[in-house]
C-alpha cells in the first residue's frame, strides 16, 4: 500500500469514533441542549463496551451495553437541564468529572487480581476489519474497505443522520425546537420531549464513539483512552456547523492531524505536530467567529439559535 | 391532577440551606450504596478519606496543596459568572499563567534577585491569563461571538503550546530525555509552608476576602452585579456595560493565570506535564457550588481537594480506585443541580378545574 | 353571571328567532378575568360566513383577550362557544384548529432561519414521514394564487419584508383549511401599499365565502375593510354596527366615549422656560424602519405634557431618544437649553433627567437584587451613598428605609429581593428611585399600566407634586383618563408623528379619539 493510502486507512479509523459521536452530539445540539458530557460519556461508553464483550465474549452485546450506559447518562443531563432547568454547562461537566472517575474506578474494579486491578493488556474480542481480498491492492478505495463494522456503520450514518435532518418530518420539527422553541411550541411541537429523546439518542451515539476505542481502534481498556476526545467532538461540531454532512470532514481533518502526527513522533520529533494540533481548534474559533459575523448580517448558518438556554411554557 | 412547578413568592431561607444539606446527604447515599455493591465498608471508607485528608499534617498539606490551584480559578470563574459570562477556559488561562511564569524565571534568572523574580513570575501570570481571558471577551462584546465554546476551545491551544514549549525549545538539555523544562533556581521557588503546601495559601484568602470587597462594597461590584442581573436595566443607568465586561473577565483569566503561576513556582518548580489536570473544570464546579460567593470558595475548593486527596488515600488504604474520589465530585453535583431548582420553584399538584385554568 | 344577562338572553332569543342562517361563529356571554382586571365581561359575537368584522377599541378594552380565547389560548371563565350552530370547547390551538379557526399574532410563529415550505408544514401531523415537497409546493402555490398572496417558497423567512411574512402566516392558516381568520393589528407592521394587498386578499377569502374577525385601533381599517364593527371598552361591548351605516366620528365617540373626569387638584398651570426641546427629530426602529418621522414640541417646567396614542406608534423609540438610549439620524434636543442630542445615558442622567421605563421587570428594576439596590441604582456613584470608590452599605439601608417610608413601599425588608414584589411595588420602587434623582425632567413610560386603583392614584400623585415643585413631566399614557385627570397638555403620537397638541382644559374627546386612531381632520 502506497503512503497516501496508508495515511488515509488510519485517518479513517481514527475518525470513526469521532464521527459517530459528533453526529450524537449534534442531534443534541439541534434541540438546544449544550451537552458538555460527552468525554464522560466516551470513556464510560468505552469502559462498558469493553468490560461487557470480555465477559460475554459477545460484541453485540457489548455495543448496546454501551450504547443503553450513553442513553442513561444522556438521560440523566436532560433531566437535569430540561425538567430541573439546572444550569447545562454545569450538568455537562459534572457528567464529564463523574463519568470519568466512574470509568475509571470500574475499570480498575473489574480486573482480574493478577493484573493489578487493571483492565489493560487484557485482550477481548473485538471488531476486525473485513475487506474483501481483491481490495487490498486497489489504492485509496482499500483504505475505506479496509475498515471495521463500525467505520461501515458510519458510511451509512452519515448520509441518513442527513436525511433524517433535513427531510423528514421529525427532522423538520427538531430543527425547529433548537431555533425556535417558542414558535415550535405554538406549532403544537412537544419541546420538551424532543430535547430529552434527540438527546439520550445523542448520549448513545456518543457512547457507540467510545466503545469504537476499546473494541477496534486501540483496542483494549486504558484510563485515559479517549485522550481528551470528548472536547475535540465538541469543537467538530461548531467546525460541521451542525450539519452531520459536513462533521466527515473534520473528523477527518481531526482524525487525521492523529495519524500523522503518530509518524512525525515516530522520527523524534513533535514540534510541529503541536502547531497542527492547534490547527483544529484554532479553525473551530474561527469558524464561530465567522457564523456569529455571517449571523448577524445574514442568519444563513449558524447554531440554533436556542442553543444552551432553557425553556419554560408559562402556564396561562 | 397534575404536578406543576411554580414559581416561589420569597426567597425560601431554608431551601437555601436545605438543599445543598440534602444533595450532599443524597450523594454520601449514593457513593455508599456505591460502595457497598463493590464489596467496601462505606464508613470505614469515608473515615478513611477524611483521615487521609485531614488526619495527618502530611495530608492536611496535600489538601492545600490540591485547594490553593481551586481557590484561584474558582475565585476567578466565580467573577466571570457573576457577569453571565460562561468562562469554560479557565484551564487554558491557568495553563497560559504557569508558562508566563516559567518564562519570566527562565530568562530572568540570572538579571533579578529571588524575590523580585518571583514577583515578575506572579505578575506573568496574572497578566498571561487576563490577555487570554481578554480574547474571547473581546470577541464577545465586539462580535457578540458565544464566549462558552470559544473559551474552551483556547484551552487545548494553551495546552498544546506550552506542551511544544516543554517538549521543544524550553526543554532542560540535562533532562534524561524526560519532557520539561529545566529546574529552576531554588531562589526563585515560592515558598512553603507546610508540606508542599505554599505561601499562595494565604495569598489566596486574601484574594478571596478582596473579591467579597470589591463586589459588595464598592461601586465598581456593584456595577457588575447589575450587568449580571440585567445588561439593559446597566445600560438604562448610564452603566458603560462593554468596557466593565471585558476589564472583570481580563480580572478572572487573571486571578486563573495566578493560580498556573502557584503550580509552576511553587509545586513544580519547572514547566511540565502535570500543569493542566483539569482544576481551571473542577473550578467551575467549585464556584456554582459557592453559589458564586467569594467568601464560600475557599471552603468548597477544601471540600473538594479533601474529596480528591482522600481518594487517592482510599487507593492505598482500602484498596479501592483512586478515581474514588472524582465519582464522588460528580455524584455530589447531580443532587445539588436537581435541587437547585427548588430554590426558585415549588412542586404543587394542580386540579384542573372545569373550564378555567389557574390565574 | 353578569347583570345583563336576563336582558342579553332576552334580546337574543328575539333576534334569533328572526334569523334565519347560523353564524358561523357565535361567542356567547364570554367573561374572562385576569388578577385585578375583568378583561371580558359577558361578550357576545358573531359572525356569519363570508363576513369580515372589526373589533374595535384602545388597549385594554378586551378585545385580544377574546379572541384569545375563540383560538384556543386562553380559556374562559364563563361562556360558550358556537361553532356552525354547535357547542364546542376549544381548550388549544390545535382544537381551535379542528374547528376551522386560526389567528395571526401581532408577533409572528415562524422560524425565521428556515424557508416558507418548512414554516408551512411545521407542526402538521398528518404530513408524511418523508413530505413530498413537491405536493406541498403545488399546494401552497395554488393557495397563493387563489388568494393573491405571493410568496416565494423557497426563501427563508428572514429574508422576507413584514408584509411578506404576514403572508406566510395567513397561507399556514389557509393551508390548515382555516374558515375563520383572526388578525391582530394586521396593518399596524405593513406599509400602505401591503395593507392595500391584505385588503384584496381579504376580499378573495370572503367571496370564497371564508369569515375574517380583525382587531384593530385604526378608523381606516375598519371603514376599508370590515362590514361590521363591534366596538369595546374596557371588556364591554358598547356598540355593535354594520360599517356603512356609521361613521368614523361617531366610532371615534364610542371607542373613547366616557364622562369627563375632573382634573386632579394641583397648582395653577404657570410653566416655566423650556426643559425638553425636541425639534424634527428623526429615528429608526429596531427593524431599520422610521419609527420617529419629524417630532417637534417643547415641554416646560411646572407642566405635565402626555402623550396620548395606542402603543407602538413610537411611544418607546421616543422616549428611549429623549433618554438617550436610541439614537436619532435628524434633528436636535435639548434640555434646559443645552445641546444634548445624542448623547450618552450617563450624561443625560447627569442633567437631572429621570426615567420610568415601559418595560418595569428587566429594565426599570433589577429582580434579583435587593430593593435598597434598586433604590440606591441612580445615586450610587457619590455622597451621600459612597465615599469615592467604596459603597457605605449603612447609608444605602438608611436612604432605602426613607424612600420606603415616603412612597409607602410594601416590602418585609430592604434586603428582600425585588423580584418579590408585586407589581405595583416594584413600580414604586423604580418611581421612588428615579423621582428622588430627579432634578429637571421626568419620562414616565406607561407608568400606571397593570397596576391596582391604589397604587395608580399614588403614581399620579407624585407626578402631579413633581409637577408642582417646577420639574416637567413627559407622560406617555394609554389610558386617556389618566391623560386627561393629569396632564396640562396633551400631544397624540400615530405613526411616528405628532398629530396635534391640544390643551387638557379643552379637550374634545372625539377629536382625541379621532387623532388616535389617525384621523387627522373631521371626517364627516
Known amino acids: 500500500m502506497d503512503f497516501v493510502t496508508s495515511i488515509l486507512t488510519i485517518t479513517i479509523r481514527a475518525g470513526t469514533s469521532l464521527t459517530i459521536a459528533t453526529i450524537g452530539e449534534i442531534l443534541t445540539e439541534r434541540t438546544g441542549i449544550l451537552n458538555l458530557g460527552v468525554e464522560g460519556i466516551m470513556l464510560m461508553g468505552a469502559l462498558t463496551a469493553f468490560a461487557t464483550v470480555f465477559y460475554s465474549h459477545s460484541i453485540m452485546l457489548g455495543i448496546l451495553a454501551a450504547m443503553a450506559i450513553g442513553g442513561i447518562l444522556a438521560l440523566l443531563h436532560a433531566f437535569l437541564t430540561t425538567t430541573m432547568r439546572a444550569n447545562q454547562v454545569v450538568s455537562g461537566l459534572s457528567i464529564t468529572l463523574f463519568g470519568t472517575g466512574f470509568s475509571s474506578f470500574l475499570g480498575q474494579r473489574l480486573g482480574p487480581e493478577s493484573n493489578n486491578f487493571r483492565l489493560v493488556g487484557l485482550r477481548a474480542e473485538r471488531i476486525l476489519p473485513f475487506a474483501p481480498k481483491w481490495a487490498n491492492d486497489i489504492p485509496i478505495l482499500s483504505a475505506f474497505l479496509n475498515q471495521d463494522m463500525m467505520t461501515y456503520l458510519v458510511y451509512l450514518l452519515i448520509p441518513l443522520a442527513w436525511f433524517f435532518l433535513y427531510k423528514t418530518r421529525p427532522g423538520l420539527w427538531l430543527r425547529s425546537v433548537g431555533e425556535d422553541p417558542y414558535t415550535a411550541d405554538a406549532m403544537g411541537i412537544d419541546v420538551t420531549k424532543t430535547r430529552y429523546l434527540y438527546t439520550i439518542i445523542g448520549g448513545m451515539l456518543i457512547a457507540l464513539g467510545g466503545a469504537h476505542l476499546s473494541l477496534s481502534y486501540t483496542p483494549g481498556w486504558s484510563e485515559n483512552i479517549t485522550g481528551g476526545r470528548g472536547w475535540i467532538v465538541i469543537a467538530l461540531v461548531i467546525f460541521s456547523m451542525w450539519n452531520p454532512a459536513r462533521a466527515v470532514w473534520g473528523s477527518l481533518l481531526f482524525g487525521g492531524i492523529n495519524a500523522v502526527q503518530f509518524r512525525l513522533q515516530a522520527s523524534g520529533t513533535s514540534i510541529p505536530a503541536n502547531f497542527l494540533n492547534m490547527l483544529p481548534y484554532i479553525g473551530t474559533i474561527l469558524v464561530l467567529v465567522a457564523i456569529t459575523w455571517w449571523e448577524a448580517l445574514s442568519k444563513k448558518v449558524g447554531a440554533p439559535a436556542a442553543l444552551g438556554s432553557s425553556y419554560m411554557r408559562e402556564e396561562k | 391532577m397534575r404536578l406543576v412547578f411554580e414559581k416561589r413568592k420569597a426567597t425560601s431561607i431554608s431551601a437555601l440551606i436545605l438543599v445543598p444539606l440534602i444533595s450532599f446527604a443524597v450523594s454520601l447515599c449514593l457513593t455508599a450504596l456505591l460502595l457497598t455493591i463493590f464489596g467496601a465498608d462505606p464508613i470505614k471508607t469515608y473515615s478513611a478519606m477524611a483521615i487521609g485528608a485531614f488526619g495527618s499534617l502530611h495530608g492536611f498539606a496535600e489538601t492545600l496543596v490540591k485547594a490553593i490551584p481551586l481557590m484561584m480559578t474558582g475565585l476567578g470563574v466565580a467573577i466571570a459568572f457573576q457577569l453571565k459570562f460562561w468562562n469554560i477556559g479557565a484551564e487554558g488561562q491557568l495553563t497560559l499563567g504557569g508558562v508566563a511564569a516559567a518564562g519570566v524565571t527562565l530568562f530572568l534568572e540570572q538579571y533579578l534577585p529571588g524575590p523580585l523574580l518571583l514577583v515578575g513570575a506572579l505578575l506573568g501570570g496574572l497578566l498571561a491569563g487576563a490577555l487570554w481571558a481578554g480574547i474571547p471577551a473581546l470577541l464577545k462584546t465586539s462580535l457578540n461571538v458565544d464566549e462558552t465554546l470559544v473559551t474552551l476551545m483556547m484551552n487545548y491551544i494553551a495546552i498544546l503550546f506550552s506542551e511544544y514549549l516543554y517538549y521543544g525549545p524550553w526543554r532542560d538539555p540535562k533532562g534524561y530525555g524526560f519532557p520539561g523544562s529545566r529546574m529552576f533556581a531554588s531562589n526563585a521557588w515560592l515558598p512553603r509552608i507546610v508540606g508542599r503546601a505554599h505561601i499562595g495559601i494565604l495569598i489566596a484568602l486574601f484574594v478571596a476576602l478582596i473579591l467579597w470587597f470589591i463586589l459588595k462594597r464598592t461601586r465598581w461590584g456593584f456595577e457588575l452585579q447589575i450587568i449580571g442581573a440585567s445588561q439593559h436595566a446597566a445600560r438604562y443607568q448610564g452603566i458603560a456595560v462593554e468596557r466593565n465586561i471585558v476589564l472583570a473577565i481580563a480580572l478572572s483569566g487573571a486571578l486563573c493565570g495566578l493560580a498556573g503561576a502557584f503550580e509552576v513556582t511553587g509545586i513544580s518548580h519547572r514547566l511540565q506535564q502535570g500543569l493542566s489536570i483539569g482544576y481551571g473544570y473542577t473550578a467551575i464546579i467549585v464556584a456554582w457550588m459557592s453559589q458564586l460567593n467569594p467568601l464560600a470558595i475557599p471552603f468548597v475548593a477544601l471540600a473538594l481537594a479533601a474529596l480528591s486527596v482522600g481518594g487517592d488515600q482510599v487507593q492505598m488504604v482500602m484498596g479501592l480506585p483512586a478515581a474514588m474520589g472524582t465519582v464522588m465530585q460528580g455524584l455530589i453535583l447531580f443532587p445539588m443541580l436537581a435541587g437547585s431548582l427548588f430554590t426558585e420553584y415549588r412542586l404543587l399538584a394542580v386540579i384542573d378545574k372545569k373550564g378555567s385554568l389557574p390565574g | ?524
Not at chain 3, 435639548?334 to 450618552?344: E, P, R, V
Request: proline share 4%; with cysteine.
Open chain 3, 1 to 524: 353571571m353578569c347583570a345583563q344577562c336576563n336582558t342579553c338572553r332576552l334580546f337574543l332569543s328575539i333576534r334569533s328567532m328572526n334569523e334565519s342562517n347560523i353564524p358561523k361563529v357565535e361567542m356567547r356571554r364570554i367573561s374572562k378575568s385576569f388578577p385585578g382586571v375583568i378583561a371580558n365581561d359577558c361578550i357576545d359575537l358573531r359572525l356569519h360566513k363570508g363576513e369580515v368584522l372589526a373589533l374595535l377599541g384602545e388597549n385594554g378594552a378586551g378585545k385580544s383577550t377574546l379572541m384569545n380565547i375563540l383560538c384556543g389560548l386562553y380559556r374562559p371563565d364563563q361562556g360558550e362557544i358556537y361553532i356552525d350552530g354547535q357547542q364546542v370547547e376549544i381548550h388549544s390551538p390545535r382544537d381551535a384548529q379542528k374547528y376551522g379557526i386560526g389567528m395571526v399574532h401581532q408577533s409572528f410563529k415562524l422560524v425565521d432561519s428556515m424557508n416558507v415550505l418548512e414554516n408551512i408544514i411545521l407542526g402538521l401531523r398528518n404530513e408524511p414521514f418523508v413530505p413530498d415537497m413537491k405536493r406541498v409546493r403545488k399546494q401552497l402555490m395554488e393557495l397563493a394564487s387563489q388568494y393573491h398572496l405571493g410568496v416565494d417558497p423557497d426563501a427563508c423567512i428572514w429574508q422576507l419584508s413584514v408584509g411578506e411574512q404576514q403572508r406566510v402566516e395567513i397561507l399556514k392558516l389557509l393551508y390548515r383549511n382555516a374558515e375563520v381568520l383572526i388578525l391582530d393589528e394586521p396593518t399596524a407592521v405593513l406599509t400602505p401599499q401591503e395593507a392595500h394587498e391584505l385588503n384584496r386578499v381579504i376580499n378573495t377569502m370572503k367571496q370564497e365565502g371564508k369569515s375574517a374577525v380583525f382587531i384593530t385601533h385604526k378608523m381606516e381599517e375598519v371603514i376599508e375593510f370590515s362590514d361590521r364593527v363591534m366596538v369595546l371598552q374596557k371588556g364591554r361591548v358598547v356598540a355593535e354596527t354594520s360599517t356603512s351605516e356609521t361613521s368614523p366620528k361617531e366610532l371615534a365617540r364610542m371607542m373613547v366615549g366616557r364622562e369627563i373626569l375632573f382634573q386632579i387638584e394641583r397648582k395653577p398651570y404657570s410653566p416655566g422656560k423650556a426643559i425638553l426641546e425636541l425639534s424634527h427629530i428623526e429615528a429608526l426602529g429596531d427593524r431599520g424602519l422610521p419609527a420617529l418621522k419629524d417630532i417637534s414640541f417643547s415641554l416646560k417646567a411646572g407642566e405635565i405634557f402626555g402623550i396620548a396614542g395606542v402603543d407602538g406608534n413610537g411611544q418607546r423609540e421616543l422616549a428611549e431618544v429623549v433618554t438617550g438610549l436610541r439614537k436619532s439620524i435628524k434633528g436636535t434636543l435639548k434640555i434646559a437649553d443645552k445641546d444634548m442630542t445624542n448623547k450618552s445615558p450617563l450624561e443625560i442622567i447627569r442633567e437631572g433627567v429621570a426615567h420610568i421605563p415601559q418595560d418595569r421587570a428587566s429594565v426599570g428594576a433589577v429582580g434579583d437584587l435587593s430593593v435598597a439596590s434598586n433604590l440606591a441604582m441612580k445615586q450610587y456613584r457619590s455622597r451621600p451613598l459612597a465615599q469615592g470608590i467604596i459603597l457605605l452599605p449603612k447609608r444605602i439601608v438608611e436612604f432605602a428605609r426613607r424612600l420606603i417610608d415616603k412612597f409607602r413601599i410594601a416590602t418585609p425588608s430592604p434586603n428582600t429581593q425585588v423580584k418579590f414584589l408585586s407589581g405595583g411595588n416594584v413600580q414604586k420602587t423604580i418611581l421612588a428611585r428615579e423621582i428622588g434623582a430627579a432634578r429637571s425632567l421626568i419620562v414616565a413610560v406607561y407608568p400606571s399600566r397593570g397596576l391596582d386603583v391604589g397604587a395608580t392614584e399614588s403614581v399620579r400623585r407624585q407626578l402631579i407634586n413633581m409637577r408642582d415643585d417646577g420639574l416637567g413631566i413627559l407622560l406617555f399614557s394609554e389610558d386617556l383618563d389618566e391623560l386627561m385627570q393629569v396632564s396640562d397638555r396633551i400631544a397624540v403620537i400615530f405613526e411616528g408623528r405628532i398629530m396635534d397638541i391640544l390643551d387638557a382644559g379643552k379637550i374634545d374627546i372625539e377629536h382625541i379619539g379621532m387623532l388616535m386612531a389617525g384621523m387627522k381632520t373631521e371626517v364627516d
